[in-house]
């Protein structure tokens, strides 16, 4: 074939069509793909967020873990602080108790008839500074009549039969009780209305 009749050859031509289409798709084309590096990126940022939640869940429940063991350590403190706030209060609780039965008795010697004169004075100045000493350590008497029954000062030893008060009035201290601060030492021995009607 002549070399000028090479330009004119229609295989020779459309051999090179098919070559240029297979080496450049056009953008976009069904047959385009995703590089290999963005999927990498993608796939690295979701693990980078599960790891986050992750995290912050694991903070949460260190912060909650804190905040308990903040609160349970302040109620041991109240409850350390209150504990010796009360042994402080009623630390000579014991003592007041065994002292008690020592004015008893003062008491009934001021009741004996045909006392001494100056012997019951004496008596009873010691028995006067005994009760100022117990005030001044907070230990107050229990000994009121004309009251409501209350069991957790009173300890009822009879009745008495009595019309013009309600049932279950005090009327009578036949022992005084005492109470330190609110803790009652000893309950008051009294007798109790009780009507008849």
Do not use: W
């Amino acid at each position: 074939m002549h070399p000028s009749n090479a330009h004119n050859d229609p295989h020779r031509h459309q051999g090179a069509g098919v070559r240029g289409r297979d080496q450049e798709a056009p953008p976009g084309s069904p047959s385009g793909t995703v590089p290999s590096s963005q999927s990498t990126v993608a796939g690295e940022d979701h693990d980078l967020v599960e790891r986050n939640l992750v995290l912050e869940k694991s903070l949460q429940e260190a912060e909650g873990r804190v905040l308990r063991a903040s609160a349970e350590f302040e109620n041991f403190r109240k409850r350390v602080r209150r504990e010796q706030e009360d042994e402080r209060r009623y630390a000579q609780l014991s003592l007041l108790r065994d002292l008690l039965p020592v004015l008893d008795n003062l008491q009934r010697a001021l009741g004996v008839e045909g006392n001494d004169p100056g012997l019951k004075s004496g008596v009873e100045m010691v028995s006067l500074q005994f009760k100022e000493v117990l005030k001044q350590h907070h230990c107050q008497a229990i000994d009121e009549v004309g009251i409501p029954f209350d069991p957790s000062q009173h300890e009822a030893i009879g009745n008495e039969p009595r019309t013009d008060l309600p049932e279950g009035t005090v009327t009578r201290v036949e022992r005084i009780g005492y109470r330190l601060h609110d803790r009652v030492i000893r309950p008051a021995a009294v007798l109790v209305s009780h009507n008849t009607h």
